[in-house]
């Protein structure tokens, strides 16, 4: 299953650990990056480290999706594109679940280009999950950091 921390992609976590439980299976969830480039040139010289924060995005998302229930998922950081990642990955597998659109959400688009891509692609079935967002934590991020502050406020 896809992850790239965005509010569908927790969603569709959710929803493939709840189908993996129904029929017994295990879920994988998977994370890439890469480099960013602009126009051919890539920044794989900047001191950061982009797997490295690839791997804590797919812990907050597992930890925000399933809370204690996180470690029965196995986590997979991948260098790649997450279209060409994630079609790789579904080799072999039962089923290929995916978030509808991820952190860039194009104006009129249902799906957005990776699970669009992977749907057309992919080796075995693929679920798109619909993100739904909650009315009345509109705003809030994936990340603890936006829910601990409207927990703090209140919200539940």
């Known amino acids: 299953m896809g992850v790239d921390g965005?509010?569908?992609?927790?969603?569709?976590?959710?929803?493939?650990?709840?189908?993996?439980?129904?029929?017994?299976?295990a879920v994988e969830a998977v994370i890439s990056w890469e480099y960013p480039s602009t126009s051919g040139m890539e920044f794989g010289s900047?001191?950061?480290?982009?797997a490295e924060n690839?791997?804590?995005?797919?812990?907050d998302a597992l930890d925000v999706a399933l809370g204690e229930d996180a470690g029965r998922?196995?986590?997979?950081v991948t260098r790649g594109h997450p279209a060409e990642v994630l079609v790789?990955?579904?080799?072999?597998?039962?089923l290929l679940v995916v978030g509808s659109r991820g952190?860039?959400?194009?104006?009129?688009?249902?799906l957005g280009s990776v699970s669009e891509h992977v749907a057309a692609r992919a080796s075995c079935p693929v679920v798109v999950v619909r993100h739904v967002p909650d009315p009345i934590a509109l705003g809030?991020?994936?990340h603890h950091k936006?829910?601990?502050?409207?927990?703090?406020?209140?919200?539940?």
């Open 54 to 59: 690839a791997r804590a995005a797919l812990a």
């Open 140 to 142: 809030q991020r994936t």
């Open 88 to 94: 790789a990955a579904a080799q072999g597998a039962d």
């Open 103 to 110: 952190h860039v959400a194009l104006p009129g688009r249902l």
């Open 6 to 25: 965005s509010p569908a992609s927790v969603d569709a976590l959710r929803w493939a650990a709840g189908q993996a439980d129904l029929i017994g299976a």
């Open 46 to 50: 900047l001191d950061i480290d982009w």
């Open 73 to 76: 998922v196995t986590g997979t």
């Open 146 to 156: 936006g829910r601990e502050a409207l927990l703090g406020a209140g919200f539940r």
